[in-house]
């Protein structure tokens, strides 16, 4: 009778333990770098390099996260994010659409510097042709600093990618115990652990004690995606900055390197001072893709108010900051060069 009672008790273990294993979540951190992965010579100090810890070290040093699935690692680069480029962009979106298409994971996290991650958070967004979670995640101390944060940080994403509620929301940012959209979270302090922030509309969601809450869904998620298999480059775009008396010579400066498209930093509403509102109507006269957007930080640029965008050839970058107006505007330049279904893509993602 005992005998019957332990093989019982032992195959109910193992159904148990083999339901957990099948349930578990396959994760894969690809790492690009950053301060998450910086490290420094004084816990103290400030200075430090960034990308220099390989994501081995960084799993090892939080064993905690695979009680949230099945990890593994992989480095796709070793680089501070302020040395982030197209490249790279098109190396790690490819990788990610090949790791869903292959299902060899259900959820991927990305590991980058913060200085960039916004823009390569949205070119994800925007390229990621699958419905399951991605998330990017960084830190704003090194991993050898007092109160590092990146420890913390890639836990929290591994519970936002473990989470299946994580799903269908295109690609998240968590850091700091928040979840932000891909399209709206921007960086806003230069050393502050709480810098990123979607000024606009607030997180999406909180983490806290392992687990995940959603508040709210971006309604900025087409399901048509850019798609970007062929390509090893992107079309040039430029930042052009507007301040007080400006002059024109950035922007003939630009326009003579040859852009396929120029996103211009304005003030207010994305206003220009004449000459360089000249140059800019010079530019799209040329057939140079010329989009306002806003250096204030948060709102919209509205179309033909201030600014009569019909009659300069402008498009305008509804809601999205400069950095990520370029992204979208450089992707929309792989499909088209018409300025209007352009200045519907920036109504529409
Ligand atoms: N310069 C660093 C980077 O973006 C800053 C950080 O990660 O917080 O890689």
Redesign the pocket.
């Known amino acids: 009778m005992k005998k019957i009672i332990l093989i019982v008790l032992s195959i109910l273990t193992f159904t148990s333990y083999a339901q957990t294993a099948s349930t578990q979540k396959r994760i894969i951190i690809l790492a690009t770098?950053?301060?998450?992965a910086?490290s420094g010579d004084s816990s103290t100090k400030a200075a430090y390099t960034?990308?220099k810890v390989p994501i081995d070290d960084l799993l090892n040093a939080v064993p905690q996260i695979h009680n949230y699935g099945k990890i593994t690692g992989e480095q796709i680069a070793s680089?501070?994010?302020?040395d982030m480029n197209i490249v790279t962009w098109l190396k790690l979106t490819k990788r990610i659409n090949e790791i869903f298409k292959n299902n060899e994971a259900d959820a991927v996290v990305v590991t980058?510097?913060?200085?960039?991650?916004e823009e390569t958070a949205y070119f994800l967004d925007l390229t990621v042709q699958y419905d399951k979670p991605v998330v990017l995640v960084?830190?704003?101390r090194p991993s050898t600093a007092m109160s590092q944060d990146g420890n913390r940080n890639l836990l929290d994403a591994v519970v936002v990618a473990a989470d299946e509620s994580s799903k269908t929301r295109g690609v998240i940012v968590a850091m700091d115990e928040k979840i932000f959209d891909a399209r709206d979270v921007t960086k806003t302090s230069t050393t502050n652990i709480e810098t990123f922030q979607s000024r606009n509309y607030g997180p999406i969601g909180l983490i806290y004690d392992g687990k995940v809450k959603y508040y709210y869904q971006s309604l900025r998620n087409p399901a048509k995606k850019f798609d970007v298999t062929k390509l090893n480059s992107l079309p040039q775009v430029e930042i052009v900055y507007g301040y007080a008396d400006a002059n024109a010579n950035s922007v003939y400066c630009i326009t003579n390197s040859g852009p396929k498209g120029i996103v211009y930093a304005g003030m207010g509403n994305g206003n220009f001072g004449a000459p360089v509102g000249k140059a800019l109507a010079e530019a799209a006269k040329k057939g140079i893709i010329v989009c306002r957007s806003a250096r204030a930080g948060s709102g919209r640029v509205t179309l033909d108010n201030e600014v009569k965008d019909a009659e300069l050839g402008f498009v305008v970058a509804d809601d999205l900051n400069p950095q990520k107006a370029r992204v979208l505007l450089m992707l929309s330049l792989t499909e088209t060069n018409d300025r209007a279904k352009i200045q519907q893509n920036f109504f529409d993602y």
């Open positions: 770098g950053g301060t998450i910086g960034a990308g680089i501070g994010s302020q980058h510097g913060t200085d960039t991650q960084g830190a704003m």
